[in-house]
T-cell receptor, first 111, second 112 residues
Framework: GENVEQHPSTLSVQEGDSAVIKCTYS??????FPWYKQELGKRPQLIID?????GEKKDQRIAVTLNKTAKHFSLHITETQPEDSAVYFC??????????FGQGTELSVKP | DAGVIQSPRHEVTEMGQEVTLRCKPI?????LFWYRQTMMRGLELLIY????????DSGMPEDRFSAKMPNASFSTLKIQPSEPRDSAVYFC??????????FGPGTRLTVL
C-alpha cells in the first residue's frame, strides 16, 4: 500500500542557512508530489509541487527535486528567514485519488 | 472565489452532544476531503468524496462519525455522541482529482 516517510521531524537552522526535508514513498504509480506549509494556527497551504515528468522545480528560494527511480523527493529552502518557520508536509496521490501526507517537519529558523 | 468555506470556526460542546461541521468546497472542484488534526496524531484523513460519492472512509474513527455530501456544493461531518477525545481541528479541503488541494480555515472543536 501507499506510504510516505518524512524526515527529519524537527529541523532548526540559523537565518540565512539552507534547509532540506526529504520524503520517501512506496507507490511507484504516484506522479504528483505537493509540499504544504502550515503556520501555527493556520491551514496547510501549497507552496510548490512537482509532477513525475520533471526532476526539479524551483520557485525563488524554494526548490523541489524528485527521483522516481529511488522513490524520494526533497524540499530545499535557501537563505532561510524567520517567516519560513512552520510545519512542512510532503504528500502524494495514490491511484484512488487519495492524498497521502507525510508526518510533517517542524522547521525553526533562528534569527 | 471565496475558497473553501467551513462553519462553524469554533465549537465548544459538552460530551454526549451532537456536533455538525459544514463545508462548502470551491465551485467546480470534484473531490472533497475531511481531515482531523491533533498534536498527538498529526493530520489524519477521515473520508473523501469524488463527484459526491464517498470513496474511502477507512479513516473514520468510529461509528459515531458520519459524513455526507448531498450535492457538489455542500458536505457535513457529524459526530454523535461527541467525546472529549474528539477535540481537534477539523479541516475540509477540495480539489480537482490529482491536483492541488485547497484547505478551508478549519473548525476548532472542543468537547468538554
Amino acid at each position: 500500500g501507499e506510504n510516505v516517510e518524512q524526515h527529519p521531524s524537527t529541523l532548526s537552522v540559523q537565518e540565512g542557512d539552507s534547509a532540506v526535508i526529504k520524503c520517501t514513498y512506496s507507490d511507484s504509480a504516484s506522479n504528483y508530489f505537493p509540499w504544504y506549509k502550515q503556520e501555527l494556527g493556520k491551514r496547510p497551504q501549497l507552496i510548490i509541487d512537482i509532477r513525475s515528468n520533471v526532476g526539479e522545480k524551483k520557485d525563488q528560494r524554494i526548490a523541489v527535486t524528485l527521483n522516481k527511480t529511488a522513490k524520494h523527493f526533497s524540499l530545499h529552502i535557501t537563505e532561510t528567514q524567520p517567516e519560513d518557520s512552520a510545519v512542512y508536509f510532503c504528500a502524494l496521490y495514490n491511484q484512488g485519488g487519495k492524498l497521502i501526507f507525510g508526518q510533517g517537519t517542524e522547521l525553526s529558523v533562528k534569527p | 472565489d471565496a475558497g473553501v468555506i467551513q462553519s462553524p470556526r469554533h465549537e465548544v460542546t459538552e460530551m454526549g452532544q451532537e456536533v455538525t461541521l459544514r463545508c462548502k468546497p470551491i465551485s467546480g472542484h470534484n473531490s472533497l476531503f475531511w481531515y482531523r488534526q491533533t498534536m498527538m496524531r498529526g493530520l489524519e484523513l477521515l473520508i473523501y468524496f469524488n463527484n459526491n460519492v464517498p470513496i474511502d472512509d477507512s479513516g473514520m474513527p468510529e461509528d459515531r462519525f458520519s459524513a455526507k455530501m448531498p450535492n457538489a456544493s455542500f458536505s457535513t461531518l457529524k459526530i454523535q455522541p461527541s467525546e472529549p477525545r474528539d477535540s481537534a481541528v477539523y479541516f475540509c479541503a477540495s480539489s480537482y482529482v490529482y491536483n492541488e488541494q485547497f484547505f478551508g480555515p478549519g473548525t476548532r472543536l472542543t468537547v468538554l
